[in-house]
């Protein structure tokens, strides 16, 4: 079981449905996690189907949909023959993945900007604390009737 949606979909199973719908699930974003979750939702589909169970997936899901076909999509879309056919698009390539790493490249540099941005409210939300905190002091002694008061040294309230 790699992901929540394979348990719900096991659990259904074992309850006895006969028709399940799989909404939200898509495992489409290209992240590691989903990399690993995505096969073993695929075995659960199938293993219903071939229970007999309806399984409904969203048309516009990208579960249990792939993109290249063997036989197929070798050389652009020609059928090859022969032991060592070229692919046109392998599946699996060195290109593939930095293009998939600068992506994520790009998210975490997003991300580390809205942080900064983040920090920046942090700190004057906490140098406006320390403000009030400190009035709070000044508004104390006021209320508990001093009438000379005198701040760091500089300021003297009478």
């Known amino acids: 079981m790699a992901s929540s949606s394979a348990y719900m979909m096991a659990m259904a199973i074992l309850e006895g449905a006969t028709e399940i719908g799989v909404y939200g699930v898509d495992m489409a974003v290209t992240d590691h996690e989903y990399f690993w979750q995505r096969p073993c939702m695929w075995g659960w589909v199938r293993f219903a189907r071939g229970r007999g ?92 009737g001093v009438d000379n008061l005198t701040l760091s040294g500089t300021v003297t309230i009478k």
């Not at 076909?69 to 070229?86: H, I, L, M, Y």
């Not at 920090?119 to 508004?139: D, P």
């Open 53 to 144: 169970i309806k399984v409904t997936i969203p048309k516009e899901s990208a579960l249990c949909k792939m993109d290249y076909q063997e036989g197929r999509d070798w050389q652009g879309g020609k059928t090859v023959t022969g032991s060592n056919p070229a692919f046109a698009k392998p599946p699996f390539t060195q290109a593939a993945f930095n293009e998939m790493a600068d992506i994520h490249i790009k998210k975490i540099v997003e991300y580390n900007n809205q942080i900064a941005g983040l920090e920046q409210l942090i700190n004057t939300h906490a140098g406006c604390q320390q403000a009030y905190e400190r009035l709070t002091k000044v508004a104390r002694a006021v209320e508990s």
